[in-house]
T-cell receptor, first 114, second 114 residues
Framework: AQSVTQPDIHITVSEGASLELRCNYS??????LFWYVQSPGQGLQLLLK??????LVQGIKGFEAEFKRSQSSFNLRKPSVHWSDAAEYFC????????????FGGGTRVLVKP | EADIYQTPRYLVIGTGKKITLECSQT?????MYWYQQDPGMELHLIHY???????EKGDLSSESTVSRIRTEHFPLTLESARPSHTSQYLC?????????????FGQGTRLTVV
């Protein structure tokens, strides 16, 4: 069975500072990995995805993530956060063999200080 | 514009009422999903469908039911709403033909049962 752990429930960062959100996954084969963002009262928007190839993937809104197979991690980063980045971030793992179903982590809430 | 739509966005209803949450997608995706999300919590899969006339229960047990009579439409029904059903319900879709299990989400329906 696949599972995802996001160790940080809350992170507070100052505007302009860098941000890193941690994600660890468990899956028997090469996983498909995703980061989604959810603003209050909204649905989920896909930030970026990893399917294969280059382990550093670029996404929207200036986010990037690095897949590290040896650490079973897929951490999300942004060099300089903006106040509009305050939201809930979810890491997810999926597999074609599982019918494209996604398993989500518990989420990390990001607060941005002025 | 291809998208996935959920209605209503917000619903407050009395105990014992029957409700149907609507979900439609214009992307031609064969797979569709319903996730349940309690405030500040992770998403749990409650139903999924691989195509017309195909529906399955998800990882989290739910008293709701779903149907898939048309490819683009995947409504969720609660025959008798209870306060324990208060939650946010997110609909998603994905395509078998895509490189990976990328899912697109609707805006969600926030249900409150009083």
């Amino acid at each position: 069975a696949q599972s995802v752990t996001q160790p940080d429930i809350h992170i507070t960062v100052s505007e302009g500072a860098s941000l890193e959100l941690r994600c660890n996954y468990s899956y028997g084969a090469t996983p498909y990995l995703f980061w989604y963002v959810q603003s209050p009262g909204q649905g989920l928007q896909l930030l970026l995805k990893y399917f294969s190839g280059d382990t550093l993937v670029q996404g929207i809104k200036g986010f990037e993530a690095e897949f590290k197979r040896s650490q079973s991690s897929f951490n999300l980063r942004k060099p300089s956060v903006h106040w509009s980045d305050a939201a809930e971030y979810f890491c997810a793992v999926g597999a074609r063999a599982a019918g494209n179903k996604l398993t989500f982590g518990g989420g990390t809430r990001v607060l941005v200080k002025p | 514009e291809a998208d996935i739509y959920q209605t209503p966005r917000y619903l407050v209803i009395g105990t014992g009422k029957k409700i149907t949450l609507e979900c439609s997608q214009t992307m031609g995706h064969d797979k569709m999903y319903w996730y349940q999300q309690d405030p500040g919590m992770e998403l749990h899969l409650i139903h999924y469908s691989y195509g017309v006339n195909s529906t399955e229960k998800g990882d989290l047990s739910s008293e709701s039911t779903v149907s898939r009579i048309r490819t683009e439409h995947f409504p969720l029904t609660l025959e008798s709403a209870r306060p324990s059903h208060t939650s946010q319900y997110l609909c998603a879709s994905s395509a078998s033909g895509s490189p990976g299990p990328e899912a697109f989400f609707g805006q969600g329906t926030r249900l409150t049962v009083v």
